[in-house]
């Protein structure tokens, strides 16, 4: 007989055999050298955790109790497998390019990435696979028993204890596995390869027994035949409506164990191996159970008739001393146990810990400053920890379930768990109508539906249930019958569970969903799910890694420009030493082309822009606030640039403008110069040619030189008043003139001025009309100045008004604070065009014949009445030419004081104006 | 050989001294003052010699000399123009507009009577 302590040597052995090989895989991998590792056999293998110490081991028990109906356990996956191009290639497809982490991350992923729903999931996960882990617990526990029960101590070692040391013992292994390193994309080779040593194990060893029963201890198949025929089993009947639950119960918790889920989508190196799956893996399951029912048989017949058969594997090698076989059945169906806890622990733990744990962990304060190694060392420990609660839970369902049940049975309670996630699945999968809030509705429908119905009741009466309330319903009520709900009564508890549970399920989520909006995330996932391959008909996955380089650098090339987005390119792919533009996209080298975009695009608009090519097409809320964001910053920008143009625009026409004035002023430069020489050089050609003429002094009469020295005089004159009136004007324009303001009458100041034109009241050629009352006012000015306008307006008059009876009339007018002085003779009046024209320098109107002035009079009479405060303007409308000089009155007092001159106590003291 | 000239200036002194200095010279000297009909006293009077202003009230002496020179009659006519306005600019202009001589003011009288003389074709200081 073989001992306790070999058996758990050869268990230490294998365990440390298969550590070796994954330690192997694993450095083989992080050097990239994949080769087989990512070959479809490896990925078909790894699949086998299907077939779990349930299968080792039930299997056979199931076809001892239940006949044939086993094989509904192996119809679902086949059946799946087959028709892999409806659901898994979807499924696989979407779970890569949105690299997605587990189940729990696939249903809040799709939701909306509502965590709500990822903690749900994760939640029925762990309570739905705790089952099977005590499944796996009881397995093995009672495989050692097997070997011990004839211990030489006699007494059977302690059940608990061999299955508190099996569980310490798988979590030890599954955290040495499984958690040595944080991958990424939660890929774990090594633990991949070991699953699939194991999965040939297994099946070598369950197909060792069996060739050994039907041609060892059998005469070969005839004789195995005619022994099934007199068995039990040969009495097993079809039922149907247990059959069609079965299939499609394991074929759901073959699309939704997290383990399964697993292997089969993170796992996944190349979507192309589910070619191969599709029909190798319905082989290895055929293999797996075609010695089930002779082993079956076998074991009835010849072992007693208290023998578990769940353990025929083990107990018929045994009974027949065939230890060496027995031990090869034993490590094949701990292999079944170890690989399953393993990856169960695996896919839960990163449950756990990315749903639970984290979310926790980060809203919890004072995580400010992690760093990214703080965040490591803490999911590390998170999923060990996860791990052992895992396992930890297994053992107390194994002991509150009081172990004794069938395998089988407890395996149907887990799948039917689990199967609950599938409604939320598929429909997540096919129908975009599909809303957080129905599958959140679906979930905990079903899922309670199922704690309900199957998963409390399997504790037995008075565990977690009462027994009043298993017999009788709560409170009472018959039809909430925990195993007869709404009093259906007399079918299986199982069909019963998947039933009412399934069917709550499906009604709520599909009710809820169309009840319900989807938000715009929702939407959105919700697309990119059911038209995966609309959005990437290439389809990106099945074709080699380089497609993915090549889309980046299109992309790059189109932001960055060809040239710049080329050297980048080849840049990295030289330093990853590859030839040519097309880099692998590590994590480093999509990091370093992110930043280079985001120079150019913002770096939210980079991310979402590479995360969509490399297919981690999540795009975020915040990611999407942050585009937006970015877009209203370069909004911003932009309507900045355009204000800051048409300032520009705004700018270049005042330039304009002052470049137009400049230009006029040049030209209005040239034409006073022009006029100033023509001024001058008139009155010298007479000056010179007549003082020539007397020089020459032969026969001039005496009259004659009398007359040309006249006009010599008074040419002379006429320059001496033309530079007058010129410093004049630059003195008055310059504001470098000196005003004495006094208070002055103005009727003395009109008489002045009447007396130096020589144009007096009443006389021959020009009549002055006058108003001596009204010119009894008293301004306060520079009498001087103001007799100057006023001078120069008379003899205006005088040279231009040539009607026949000339007549200026002088009217004053006091007007809120002002006095007017009109000067407005008979005469032709102004052309309406000469009116804009005439206070400038030199405008003198119509012809060109002097008039005695040099067309300067008007504009100094402009700069003085400015100078007093005052103005002059042209009073159009008066029959002929018409002035109006303004001035400010002094105040009321000025008119009291009319008469009297020069008050000096009003007497201001000169002073220097100096205005511009 | 003719002796007959027309001075078109709006100056009153000008017009006195060079009709002065001009027929102490024996010419037949012609005035005319206003600018807008110095191309009809022309015609009428068809002088041997022009004497043209360029600042004269209702045309300038330049458009004078075009109209002058776009005409058959006048198109040879020996023209003096006078400016006030010194600038090359103008000289420049007068000679494109085709006057024959250019005399800025103010001139020596003997300057002014040389240059007709010689626009007249006649020797220099010749008594008349």
Not at chain 1, 445 to 470: C, E, K, N
Not at chain 1, 664 to 692: N, W, Y
Not at chain 1, 878 to 900: D, I, N
């Given at each position: 007989?073989?001992?306790?302590?070999?058996?758990?040597?050869?268990?230490?052995?294998?365990?440390?055999?298969?550590?070796?090989?994954?330690?192997?895989?694993?450095?083989?991998?992080?050097?990239?050298?994949?080769?087989?590792?990512?070959?479809?056999?490896?990925?078909?293998?790894?699949?086998?955790?299907?077939?779990?110490?349930?299968?080792?081991?039930?299997?056979?028990?199931?076809?001892?109790?239940?006949?044939?109906?086993?094989?509904?356990?192996?119809?679902?996956?086949?059946?799946?497998?087959?028709?892999?191009?409806?659901?898994?290639?979807?499924?696989?497809?979407?779970?890569?390019?949105?690299?997605?982490?587990?189940?729990?991350?696939?249903?809040?992923?799709?939701?909306?990435?509502?965590?709500?729903?990822?903690?749900?999931?994760?939640?029925?996960?762990?309570?739905?696979?705790?089952?099977?882990?005590?499944?796996?617990?009881?397995?093995?526990?009672?495989?050692?028993?097997?070997?011990?029960?004839?211990?030489?101590?006699?007494?059977?070692?302690?059940?608990?204890?061999?299955?508190?040391?099996?569980?310490?013992?798988?979590?030890?292994?599954?955290?040495?596995?499984?958690?040595?390193?944080?991958?990424?994309?939660?890929?774990?080779?090594?633990?991949?390869?070991?699953?699939?040593?194991?999965?040939?194990?297994?099946?070598?060893?369950?197909?060792?027994?069996?060739?050994?029963?039907?041609?060892?201890?059998?005469?070969?198949?005839?004789?195995?035949?005619?022994?099934?025929?007199?068995?039990?089993?040969?009495?097993?009947?079809?039922?149907?409506?247990?059959?069609?639950?079965?299939?499609?119960?394991?074929?759901?918790?073959?699309?939704?164990?997290?383990?399964?889920?697993?292997?089969?989508?993170?796992?996944?190196?190349?979507?192309?191996?589910?070619?191969?799956?599709?029909?190798?893996?319905?082989?290895?399951?055929?293999?797996?159970?075609?010695?089930?029912?002779?082993?079956?048989?076998?074991?009835?017949?010849?072992?007693?008739?208290?023998?578990?058969?769940?353990?025929?594997?083990?107990?018929?090698?045994?009974?027949?001393?065939?230890?060496?076989?027995?031990?090869?059945?034993?490590?094949?169906?701990?292999?079944?146990?170890?690989?399953?806890?393993?990856?169960?622990?695996?896919?839960?733990?990163?449950?756990?810990?990315?749903?639970?744990?984290?979310?926790?962990?980060?809203?919890?304060?004072?995580?400010?400053?992690?760093?990214?190694?703080?965040?490591?060392?803490?999911?590390?420990?998170?999923?060990?920890?996860?791990?052992?609660?895992?396992?930890?839970?297994?053992?107390?369902?194994?002991?509150?379930?009081?172990?004794?049940?069938?395998?089988?049975?407890?395996?149907?309670?887990?799948?039917?768990?689990?199967?609950?996630?599938?409604?939320?699945?598929?429909?997540?999968?096919?129908?975009?109508?599909?809303?957080?809030?129905?599958?959140?509705?679906?979930?905990?429908?079903?899922?309670?539906?199922?704690?309900?119905?199957?998963?409390?009741?399997?504790?037995?009466?008075?565990?977690?249930?009462?027994?009043?309330?298993?017999?009788?319903?709560?409170?009472?009520?018959?039809?909430?019958?925990?195993?007869?709900?709404?009093?259906?009564?007399?079918?299986?508890?199982?069909?019963?569970?998947?039933?009412?549970?399934?069917?709550?399920?499906?009604?709520?989520?599909?009710?809820?969903?169309?009840?319900?909006?989807?938000?715009?995330?929702?939407?959105?996932?919700?697309?990119?799910?059911?038209?995966?391959?609309?959005?990437?008909?290439?389809?990106?996955?099945?074709?080699?890694?380089?497609?993915?380089?090549?889309?980046?650098?299109?992309?790059?090339?189109?932001?960055?420009?060809?040239?710049?987005?080329?050297?980048?390119?080849?840049?990295?792919?030289?330093?990853?030493?590859?030839?040519?533009?097309?880099?692998?996209?590590?994590?480093?080298?999509?990091?370093?082309?992110?930043?280079?975009?985001?120079?150019?695009?913002?770096?939210?608009?980079?991310?979402?822009?590479?995360?969509?090519?490399?297919?981690?097409?999540?795009?975020?809320?915040?990611?999407?606030?942050?585009?937006?964001?970015?877009?209203?910053?370069?909004?911003e920008y932009s309507s900045q640039l355009e204000a800051r143009s048409r300032q520009l625009a705004r700018t270049a026409r005042q330039l304009r403008e002052a470049n137009r004035?400049?230009?006029?002023?040049?030209?209005?430069?040239?034409?006073?110069?022009?006029?100033?020489?023509?001024?001058?050089?008139?009155?010298?050609?007479?000056?010179?040619?007549?003082?020539?003429?007397?020089?020459?002094?032969?026969?001039?009469?005496?009259?004659?030189?009398?007359?040309?020295?006249?006009?010599?005089?008074?040419?002379?004159?006429?320059?001496?008043?033309?530079?007058?009136?010129?410093?004049?004007?630059?003195?008055?324009?310059?504001?470098?003139?000196?005003?004495?303001?006094?208070?002055?009458?103005?009727?003395?100041?009109?008489?002045?001025?009447?007396?130096?034109?020589?144009?007096?009241?009443?006389?021959?050629?020009?009549?002055?009309?006058?108003?001596?009352?009204?010119?009894?006012?008293?301004?306060?000015?520079?009498?001087?100045?103001?007799?100057?306008?006023?001078?120069?307006?008379?003899?205006?008059?005088?040279?231009?008004?040539?009607?026949?009876?000339?007549?200026?009339?002088?009217?004053?007018?006091?007007?809120?604070?002002?006095?007017?002085?009109?000067?407005?003779?008979?005469?032709?009046?102004?052309?309406?065009?000469?009116q804009a024209v005439i206070f400038e320098k030199f405008a003198r109107l119509g012809d060109y014949r002097s008039a005695g002035g040099a067309g300067l009079g008007l504009a100094?009479?402009?700069?003085?009445?400015?100078?007093?405060?005052?103005?002059?303007?042209?009073?159009?409308?008066?029959?002929?030419?018409?002035?109006?000089?303004?001035?400010?009155?002094?105040?009321?007092?000025?008119?009291?004081?009319?008469?009297?001159?020069?008050?000096?106590?009003?007497?201001?003291?000169?002073?220097?104006?100096?205005?511009? | 050989m003719g002796r007959r000239v027309l001075l078109i200036e709006d100056e009153p002194n000008i017009i006195e001294a060079i009709s002065f200095v001009l027929g102490r010279d024996?010419?037949?000297?012609?005035?005319?003052?206003?600018?807008?009909?110095?191309?009809?006293?022309?015609?009428?009077?068809?002088?041997?010699?022009?004497?043209?202003?360029?600042?004269?009230?209702?045309?300038?002496?330049?458009?004078?000399?075009?109209?002058?020179?776009?005409?058959?009659?006048?198109?040879?006519?020996?023209?003096?123009?006078?400016?006030?306005?010194?600038?090359?600019?103008?000289?420049?202009?007068?000679?494109?507009?085709?006057?024959?001589?250019?005399?800025?003011?103010?001139?020596?009288?003997?300057?002014?009577?040389?240059?007709?003389?010689?626009?007249?074709?006649?020797?220099?200081?010749?008594?008349?």
């Amino acid at each position: 007989m073989v001992s306790f302590d070999l058996l758990i040597a050869v268990c230490l052995a294998y365990v440390a055999f298969l550590f070796l090989i994954a330690f192997v895989a694993d450095s083989r991998a992080r050097q990239g050298r994949f080769g087989w590792l990512r070959s479809p056999l490896i990925y078909t293998l790894s699949l086998s955790i299907y077939c779990t110490a349930w299968t080792f081991y039930g299997a056979v028990g199931y076809a001892a109790r239940s006949g044939l109906e086993f094989i509904t356990i192996y119809l679902g996956p086949t059946l799946v497998m087959a028709g892999w191009w409806v659901v898994l290639r979807k499924l696989v497809h979407i779970g890569r390019s949105q690299r997605i982490t587990s189940i729990a991350d696939l249903i809040s992923s799709r939701y909306g990435k509502s965590n709500l729903l990822g903690v749900i999931v994760t939640l029925m996960a762990v309570i739905g696979t705790t089952p099977y882990i005590a499944l796996q617990l009881q397995s093995v526990t009672l495989s050692f028993a097997v070997f011990s029960e004839p211990a030489p101590a006699g007494a059977p070692p302690d059940i608990n204890a061999t299955a508190i040391w099996v569980a310490a013992g798988l979590a030890l292994f599954t955290i040495l596995f499984g958690t040595r390193n944080l991958d990424a994309n939660e890929r774990h080779h090594g633990v991949v390869i070991a699953i699939a040593v194991e999965a040939v194990v297994k099946l070598v060893a369950l197909v060792a027994v069996g060739v050994f029963v039907i041609w060892g201890l059998g005469g070969g198949a005839g004789d195995i035949l005619a022994r099934i025929d007199a068995s039990p089993i040969s009495a097993w009947e079809l039922q149907p409506g247990r059959w069609f639950s079965l299939i499609f119960l394991s074929a759901a918790a073959f699309l939704t164990l997290p383990r399964m889920f697993q292997v089969m989508v993170v796992e996944n190196g190349d979507e192309r191996h589910l070619i191969t799956a599709s029909w190798a893996f319905p082989l290895y399951l055929l293999l797996m159970s075609l010695f089930v029912v002779p082993i079956a048989a076998m074991g009835l017949t010849l072992l007693p008739a208290e023998s578990n058969p769940d353990l025929f594997v083990l107990t018929l090698p045994l009974s027949q001393g065939r230890e060496g076989l027995a031990m090869f059945a034993f490590l094949g169906g701990f292999s079944s146990a170890t690989s399953m806890v393993i990856v169960a622990a695996i896919a839960l733990s990163t449950m756990v810990s990315n749903h639970v744990v984290m979310p926790i962990w980060l809203a919890t304060a004072g995580h400010g400053a992690t760093k990214s190694g703080d965040v490591r060392k803490m999911v590390l420990r998170a999923r060990r920890l996860s791990i052992a609660a895992i396992l930890g839970l297994g053992y107390a369902y194994f002991r509150f379930s009081g172990g004794g049940a069938a395998l089988a049975a407890i395996g149907l309670i887990s799948f039917a768990g689990v199967a609950q996630v599938l409604p939320a699945m598929l429909g997540g999968l096919f129908w975009r109508g599909a809303t957080r809030r129905g599958a959140l509705a679906g979930l905990i429908a079903g899922f309670a539906v199922w704690a309900y119905t199957l998963f409390l009741p399997s504790f037995g009466g008075g565990v977690i249930l009462p027994q009043g309330v298993l017999d009788n319903g709560p409170w009472g009520i018959g039809w909430l019958r925990p195993q007869a709900l709404f009093g259906i009564e007399g079918i299986d508890p199982v069909i019963h569970a998947v039933l009412w549970s399934m069917l709550l399920n499906v009604v709520s989520f599909c009710l809820v969903s169309l009840l319900s909006f989807p938000g715009p995330l929702e939407r959105l996932q919700g697309a990119q799910f059911v038209n995966v391959f609309e959005h990437s008909p290439q389809a990106r996955g099945w074709q080699a890694g380089g497609s993915e380089a090549e889309d980046l650098l299109v992309m790059a090339q189109r932001i960055m420009g060809p040239e710049q987005a080329q050297a980048l390119f080849r840049a990295e792919a030289s330093a990853q030493g590859k030839a040519g533009y097309l880099p692998d996209p590590s994590p480093e080298f999509l990091q370093c082309l992110e930043r280079e975009l985001a120079g150019s695009v913002g770096s939210a608009t980079a991310h979402a822009m590479v995360g969509q090519i490399v297919g981690g097409a999540s795009v975020s809320v915040p990611d999407l606030m942050a585009v937006a964001n970015e877009t209203a910053q370069m909004m911003e920008y932009s309507s900045q640039l355009e204000a800051r143009s048409r300032q520009l625009a705004r700018t270049a026409r005042q330039l304009r403008e002052a470049n137009r004035k400049l230009t006029e002023l040049s030209i209005q430069k040239d034409a006073f110069l022009s006029q100033i020489s023509h001024e001058l050089r008139t009155p010298m050609t007479s000056i010179r040619a007549f003082s020539e003429i007397l020089r020459e002094g032969r026969e001039l009469a005496p009259e004659t030189r009398e007359r040309y020295c006249a006009i010599i005089h008074d040419e002379t004159l006429r320059l001496t008043r033309l530079l007058d009136d010129l410093l004049d004007l630059g003195v008055l324009q310059n504001g470098q003139v000196e005003l004495s303001l006094e208070p002055v009458e103005l009727a003395a100041v009109l008489d002045r001025a009447l007396a130096a034109t020589g144009v007096q009241q009443g006389g021959e050629h020009l009549r002055i009309v006058r108003d001596p009352a009204a010119e009894r006012v008293i301004v306060e000015t520079d009498g001087d100045r103001l007799a100057q306008v006023f001078i120069n307006l008379i003899s205006n008059a005088a040279k231009y008004c040539d009607s026949t009876a000339p007549e200026l009339r002088i009217k004053v007018q006091r007007r809120a604070g002002e006095v007017e002085i009109d000067f407005i003779d008979n005469g032709p009046g102004i052309s309406e065009r000469d009116q804009a024209v005439i206070f400038e320098k030199f405008a003198r109107l119509g012809d060109y014949r002097s008039a005695g002035g040099a067309g300067l009079g008007l504009a100094i009479c402009r700069e003085i009445m400015a100078r007093l405060g005052g103005s002059i303007v042209y009073l159009p409308g008066q029959g002929g030419a018409a002035f109006r000089v303004s001035l400010t009155l002094p105040g009321e007092r000025g008119e009291k004081r009319s008469g009297q001159k020069a008050v000096s106590s009003r007497r201001r003291p000169r002073r220097k104006q100096a205005a511009g | 050989m003719g002796r007959r000239v027309l001075l078109i200036e709006d100056e009153p002194n000008i017009i006195e001294a060079i009709s002065f200095v001009l027929g102490r010279d024996g010419w037949d000297v012609h005035t005319h003052a206003n600018g807008a009909t110095a191309t009809e006293a022309v015609l009428r009077v068809m002088p041997d010699v022009l004497v043209l202003d360029v600042m004269l009230p209702g045309k300038s002496g330049y458009d004078i000399l075009r109209e002058l020179r776009a005409a058959p009659r006048t198109r040879d006519l020996p023209i003096l123009l006078l400016t006030a306005r010194g600038q090359s600019r103008d000289r420049d202009l007068a000679e494109e507009l085709g006057a024959s001589r250019f005399m800025a003011k103010p001139f020596s009288n003997a300057e002014v009577l040389e240059s007709i003389r010689e626009l007249a074709g006649l020797p220099p200081g010749e008594a008349p």
